[in-house]
């Protein structure tokens, strides 16, 4: 447990030592939130769906979460281009505690961003359905944060440097945020997109927190926890056992 | 007395290979518990990466080593619990203060509570960082976070100790004071020593054994007094040059992992 905890701490203290890092990483939802938000607005309102600004927020909390937990996961890089990944490789506890930590520390992150996000939108008049489910939104964050630094976890320990990074922003977790139900409503798409969008998990994700937030889950509540979860499980052992297989 | 046990370090017809490079190349020693070995050899002899599969984090592709009794390949927990290691390259955290560090390390290696403040003080103060501990370890200059290595690498007290360079870049004085206190250490707590360096004078006056290393193959192993009786000369330095040569080697990464990345990087 110990070694859980100070992986964690470590990833903790990296982030609030970091304000670069902070804005950074708020900055660029809000963007989106602002940009999609009033840009499209007007369009989805014609088309008599209801406010977009009110369906936007969830899928940017859900996009802040996805970016940050893999980004979490991806910094083992870094950890290994200046050598700090060594010392922990050859420490004598269980490798798996070590990647534990890590994701741990990667998800709380992801969800203390998700929660910026939250409370800066209600701030800009974001309306949940009911505040008492706020817990449960945060609950889908978590498992949504977990999945995605499970998955950071594993591909890092694939890769060597820094090099495949551009690789995995543009064929990863742009494509895992565009074909999300993160910016369009999952009804009525064409049978491809639909396909896409039900393999996605973060689909799943972006649903269990707006449904939670605005009352509404378009896959269902249980299946949204069962896939999230069942996912999130999946990954953490790949990433525990690629993690583990790591040579340096 | 410890010479009599069986060896605290077996290594059987080890080989690494990284591709059609080899870097290792069938070698075969011993080290007994209680000694302090000095593994010598000019650079990219393939040092690195047989301390690499030593502490477990690179496999053989060829051979084994136990370690303690334990294979580095099955047992790596018990392997783990056997050794500390300062490492050639840097392995701190910037962006920790230099306390945290020591914090850190003494989390994974389970350092008693009790006297975890203590010992990290006794270290920060012997490399004499103690009055900088709450600075963040980017601020320090390269001699203050190598000092930090070493002060982290000796806070839990192993069995076996691996040093890769521990003093480069230091000036003769801390070196001096690292040294005398490995010394101790290697008395006092019968810690088995596993050094590399550069300084021949460091593995002169240090080394019980040594092995010298040239092209992934060992060439000659035993005293620093034997190798001069060997090579007829007088001082260690001589003998390492006249067995190895007075050619300066291809200047290169000094792993063969990294001749490979930067052989594909070419190819694009």
């Known amino acids: ?248 | 007395m410890e010479t009599n046990q069986k060896p605290i370090i077996k290594v059987s017809n080890l080989t690494k290979k990284y591709g059609s490079l080899t870097a290792v190349d069938n070698i075969s020693f011993t080290v007994e518990a209680g000694e302090v070995f000095a593994f010598l050899g000019p650079n990219g002899a393939g040092k690195t990466t047989v301390i690499k599969m030593l502490t477990t984090l690179l496999d053989p592709t060829n051979g084994s080593i136990l370690l303690n009794g334990y294979n580095t390949v099955q047992e790596q927990r018990a392997v783990r619990s056997s050794f500390g290691i300062v490492f050639q390259d840097p392995s701190l955290d910037d962006v920790l203060t230099a306390y945290e560090n020591m914090y850190f390390h003494a989390m994974l290696y389970k350092i008693p509570k009790n006297i975890r403040q203590e010992r990290i003080r006794n270290l920060l103060e012997l490399v004499q960082l103690w009055n900088r501990k709450n600075e963040q370890v980017k601020k320090f200059s390269g001699g203050m976070k190598r000092r930090l290595e070493i002060a982290r690498g000796l806070l839990h007290l192993p069995d076996i100790l691996f040093l890769d360079e521990p003093t480069l870049g230091l000036d003769p004085q801390t070196r001096n004071l690292i040294w005398e206190y490995i010394h101790d250490l290697n008395k006092q707590e019968k810690t088995t020593i596993f050094l590399t360096t550069h300084i021949m004078e460091e593995a002169e006056r240090m080394a019980d054994t040594v092995a010298i290393i040239d092209e992934g193959k060992i060439i000659k192993m035993g005293s620093p007094q034997q190798l001069c009786e060997h090579t007829g000369t007088t001082t260690l330095e001589e003998a390492f040059l006249s067995l190895t040569g007075k050619t300066i080697r291809e200047e290169g990464p000094d792993n063969g992992r990294q001749i490979l990345r930067n052989m594909a990087l070419r190819r694009k």
């Open chain 1, 1 to 248: 447990m110990d070694t859980v905890y100070i992986l964690w701490l470590r990833q903790m203290k990296h982030y609030f030592r970091s304000g670069s890092r902070i804005i950074g990483s708020i900055g660029q939802p809000l963007l989106f939130l602002f940009a999609f938000g009033l840009g499209f607005g007007p369009v989805f309102e014609q088309a008599g769906e209801t406010d977009y600004f009110q369906f936007l927020v969830p899928g940017i909390i859900g996009m802040s979460i996805l970016f940050t937990s893999m980004f979490n996961g991806i910094d083992i890089i870094w950890d290994r281009q200046f050598g700090f990944l060594k010392e922990t490789l050859v420490a004598p506890v269980s490798r798996i505690y070590i990647m534990l930590g890590r994701t741990l520390g990667g998800a709380t992150i992801a969800v203390f961003q998700g929660i910026i996000i939250l409370s800066i939108s209600l701030l800009v008049g974001f309306q949940p359905h009911n505040p008492l489910i706020i817990p449960a939104a945060i609950l889908f964050m978590l498992l949504t944060a977990l999945l995605f630094s499970a998955l950071g976890i594993a591909i890092a320990s694939q890769l060597e440097d820094m090099q495949g990074f551009p690789l995995i922003m543009n064929f990863l977790i742009m494509p895992l945020f565009l074909l999300s139900g993160a910016l369009f409503p999952l009804k009525n798409l064409p049978a491809a997109l639909n396909i896409i969008v039900h393999i996605n998990p973060l689909s799943y994700g972006v649903d269990g927190i707006r449904g939670s937030l605005l009352g509404l889950y378009e896959m269902g509540l249980w299946l949204n926890l069962g896939a999230l979860s069942a996912i999130a499980i999946l990954l953490l052992t790949i990433g525990a056992y690629f993690f583990s297989k790591i040579q340096i």
